[in-house]
Every structure is written in structure tokens, then in C-alpha cells.
């Protein structure tokens, strides 16, 4: 009751291009879908929601997974789940670790008490299929986790090869797809991918708040002779499901105009198609990275490892990084991101994520570099 | 893609007339606001947006508490936040239990591996100043935990003398104002709460998915000493903290267009003045309990320990409160909830929550039971 309420105005922000790491654009079906008024958590027509939301899910994932649904966070949220609910105190557990995130899956797994083992490769590269085998024959894990598409490097993991090691090493294999889902195939069923996860703002261009999540019947069973309670309730799929499944056992409130959203976006890539929104995803990365390279600038992933949803350019000797991109924000309204952890003041990073990943984006961007690095250059 | 687009209509929900236990009806404003285009979530634009939030809650929760900020979850996250944060393995908690959600403290804080003792008091009671004083002379604690608005029973607990009283005990005072804040004054400092969350999707109403949360200094100091990390990365407040303090380091994408309602429905509490939402929580609330009265039907709290925001009303002999229920909504458009717990089947729930706590949605509500009632009686 001190402030006045003059001292907050109407909000009426800049209409930003968006091409950094997430959030990225959400298509005005989406926002105004958002804007429908809610109904209560129980009610048959948010039930009729749910049930349509685990079903665009998995024909995104592709999948078969009854347990498919979107977890009540941000996609960190999604990693805590993923980890939390099929790790006990002193599980092994292989994480790869090849950027920002995967660093994180150390942390959180670190804090489920379990015994980790990192698999370190240097940022922008890949990990080889040969490498975790080599690391589970030096020992064993119940859980490999990696992430697909690398949001600090950009660099985009192949999975195949190594979800076979890991079936054969009886492990499951646990996947982050945050950056991923939505921009390039993931095959969850096709891969023996037993636990994945992703975001709602990136590839998919809802606002942050959703972390669709998918787990494997084989690691269900693992989830359900668990010895020890998860540590946390909130994040307990054993009871998130009993609310997502015909049960309709209240467990908490979900967060029912993001879910709106949610549907609303799912139903869209399923009109385009899957095959055509992938290939748009590459079409327009390719628009990019011919671009950035016509400017002179050099991309640090080599083209085979690169994510279409992320793309990472060095920084050009001299050049100001945070200046460059605080001109594309307040002269252009166009956000890019800098780097993250071993990138800092290195990289730039450029997302194409859903509804941002657009030729016009692309060539507005590319514009206003070429005219922000060449004023640079004749000063 | 084995589902044809076809399946998946337009999302067409019925205009609900929400007087259930959250979420409430959501302004126009509020959802007008949230169809504003996202910004990145490092936007000078979104951090002012932050700030203003930030200032926001401190006003309603009556407090100059500098870490005061939503948690990207619903009011069960605010929860786990609460308890995680500030209790250790091992530590003594006392929590108490008057309904549903006190109970679900003691689930949350066992799965810190705390030392829970228990206070259980009778559904609909309020807990004395005096149990807790015997509780904490019989075995201290380092955090005492309660719900101040136990949305399963309607009763409003009383804070001040129990805040004194864990005060002298030297015992943290963390309280659960998920259905309060906003209906009724909840005055931190003056009280000496050391830890409050809320949802947003009660008394605020704002969609579910962010739990307002405010931390006193004195708690900081004991977050700060703690010896092992939180066990929730996601819910840490020591990382989270530095976001949205001065130093903005990256935690987790906030959910942005959550935040936007967030702010305008802030915004529209300190337009209408606290003092003057409060009141018309509480007058509305009268409206509603009189007219059940004279409808010849039993409110289950006593007067003077009722929530405004949330009354229980006993199902009358004889009648199928499901069937009413079920009547409501589908004749009238009109949402209230059965019992939980130890009141399931025997109690129906009326939420009067933010810009649901309306007359008119009153007078509708009794006009409905009026006639669902005479209706089944006459038959």
C-alpha cells in the first residue's frame, strides 16, 4: 500500500523478434487461445484438454507411451522430474556432458544423492556412441542421461547408436530434449528413449511454464519398485499420473491456460505435419548458416553435428559481443543470445525455434548484423 | 501422426461461473494482458516487469521482506519451496494439521527426510495459540508450519497470538496462504511470518502456475547456513534469488506471460485498494453465507472462524451432492466442489475468490441450489 499505483503502467512491450534460446515467438492462435476463460481442474471440458494434449504429445514424441503428459514447470522442471523420480540415493548414473545442460543433469543428479558419473567432451562436440560404451564397461549405470539438442553449443546429439549401447547395457536411457522437440525427429519408441523430456517455449512457441514429458513402460515398472519415495511430491509421477489417467485423483491444479496454449500449438505442427515443420526447422537453419557465412562469420558446430533450433557463431576478433547484440535489441528489435559457461564472450546464439523459425526472421537478422558489424568496421 | 487434425476441434469452453476452491474466474484484463507478445526472459523489458511484480507482492503481503517473488509452479511448488528450503534432514518441523493441505505439509516435509511432529486438530477447528505453545515445550522445533486459509475445510486460522508464540520459541513460522492472499489481510511483518506462499490462481486470479512467495531475513540468514544443498535444484531459492535480484543470473526461463497476468491482476488489487478488496471478500461472503441460511442449509464452520474466500456447507440428508453438483454445472454453468477427506461426500465447497467474489455469481449460486433443491424435493 506505499506505491501508488500510477508507478505501474500499462504493459507494452516492443514486438521482439525472437531468435535466442526460448522463449521464442508464440503464434497469435496460440496467445489467443490463452486468453479463453478457464474452467476448474476437474471440469469434463479441461479433462476433454488433457486427454487431446497426451495425444498430440505422443504423435510428437513418437510414441506409444501411456505416460505422456505435460509436467506443471519450465523445462528444468521437466529435468527434475526426469531425474528425480528414477534416481534412489546411490543409484549410478552416466551423464554425458558436452555443454550447459548436461552440466545441470550432474547437478540435480548430485542432489538426489545418486553416484554420478560424468562423460566429459568438449563443448561444440558431439558424444560417440564408443565413449558410453566404454564408460558403462568401466561401470555400470542404471540411468545414461544426455541431451539432444545442446542450447549452449548447439550441437545435435545423434542418439541411435547410442540408445543401442545403452539397451544393451540394460540401462535406461534418459533424454533432454528441450531444445529439440518440435524442430528435429524424435523418434522416442524408434530410439528406445525411456524417459524424455522437453519445454513449451521453445520449438513449440508457447510461453515457459510446460515440460512435456514421456517415459517407457520399462522405466515405469523401475518407477513403481522404488524403494524410497520421490523427493519430491509435486514432481511424483506415480501421482501426476493418477490425474492425467482416467483416476482423475486430484493431485494439483494444472496450469490450465498454458495447457490451452499447449493444445492449441500441438494441433498446429500436426496441421503442418511433422515431416514439414522438421523441414522447415533445416530449410530455414540453412537460409542462416549460409547467411552468417556470406558475412564472414564462422559457425562453431561443423554443418553434420548442427541443430537447425540453434545455431552458434564465434564472435569475431574485436568485436563487442553485448554491444553487437544490445543494437540488434534497441535498433532492431531483434533478441540473439550471447554464450553460456566455456562460451561466455565467445559465441553469439541464435535461435530458430516454432513460430520464431521464419525466412523474414532470418533475413531481417541477417540485415541488421551485416549493417551493425560494417558501421563497426568504418568507425 | 496417426491422428487426423480433424479430431482435435477449436477449443470452445463454456462461459463457467467459477465458485469452486481455485482456479477462480480471471479478468478480461488480466487475460488481455497475457496475450501480449513474449520478450526474452533477459529483456530489460521483462525485467522491469519483474521488479514491478516483485514490488507488487510485497504490498500485498504486507511486508519489506527483499526476497519476495512467484515460484514458476502452482501453490503446491510454493509448498515444496517452503519446506524444502529451509528444513535439512534430520531437523524438527512441527506442522498443523487442521484439513487436507496441512496434511499434505506433513507428506512434503517427510520427504525432507525432516523430523515431522504433528499437531492434528479436528476438521473445521482452528488451532490454538495454546496447543502450539504445549507442542513446542514438549519437543522444539525449527520451523512451525501451518495454513492459514485450509481450503478443504473453510476455516480461517487465526495468526497473530501463534506467531507469537513460535516468535519466543525461536522457531521459523512458515505459513500456507494459498487461499488467503488476497481475500483477507495477510500482514507478514506485523504477524512475523518467516516464510509465505500462495497460488495465483486463487484470490488473485491469475491462471494456476505461479505461487507467490516472500522470505523474512531471518530465514535468509538460516537458508544461507544451511549444510546440504536444497533438494530441489529447480526450487532453490539461493540460485533463484540471484535472477531476480540485481544480478539477473540466468536460473530457469520465468514463465513471462504468467507474469504478465501476474503484475495486471497486482495491479488491479492495488487499484480497488487491499483494504477495499478485503472488505468486498468479506461482504460478498455474507451475501453468500445468509442466502444459504435461509435456504434452510448448515455451514459447517462457526462464524467467526470462517474463510471468506472458501465456505463448506454440510450436504443435507438424503440429498446426491454429486448429482447437485453435477446440476449446477451443466444447467447453469456454475462450478463449486464436493468435499475432500475427511468431509468427502458430506460437504460442498464455495470458493469466493478475486474477481469470482462477485454478488451477482452469488445471488445466481443461491438461485440454483434454490431451485436443483425444491426441485428434488418436489419430486
Known sequence: MTNESTEFRDLNTSPRILLGPGPSMVHPRVLRVMATPMVGYLDPQFLEVMDDVQALLRSLFQTSNPLTLPISGTGSAGMEAALFNFLEE????????????GARMVEIAGRCRASVARLDVPWGEAVLARQVDEALR?????????????????????????GAVVRRHG??????????LGGVPVAVDEIG????YAGSQKCLSVPPGLAPLTVSPRAMDILSSRKTPVQSWYLDLSLIRKYWSSERVYHHTAPIGLNYGLREALRMVQEEGLANCFERHSRTAALLWDGLEALGLQLIVPRESRLPSLTTV???EGVDEMAVRRQLLNEYN?????GLGAFKGKAWRVGLMGYSCRPENVLALLGAIERILRRKGSS
Chains 1, 2 share one sequence.
Open 193 to 196: 528413449i525411456d524417459v524424455c
Open 90 to 101: 546411490g543409484d549410478p548414473v552416466l551423464v554425458c556432458v558436452n555443454g550447459f545442460f
Open 138 to 162: 568401466a561401470r555400470p549405470a542404471k540411468v545414461v542421461a544426455l541431451v539432444h539438442g545442446e542450447t549452449s553449443t548447439g550441437v545435435q546429439q545423434p542418439l541411435d547408436e547410442i
Open 314 to 316: 564465434r564472435v569475431p
Open 334 to 338: 531483434i533478441e540473439i543470445a550471447g
Open 171 to 180: 540401462a535406461l536411457f534418459l533424454v533432454d530434449t528441450v531444445a529439440s
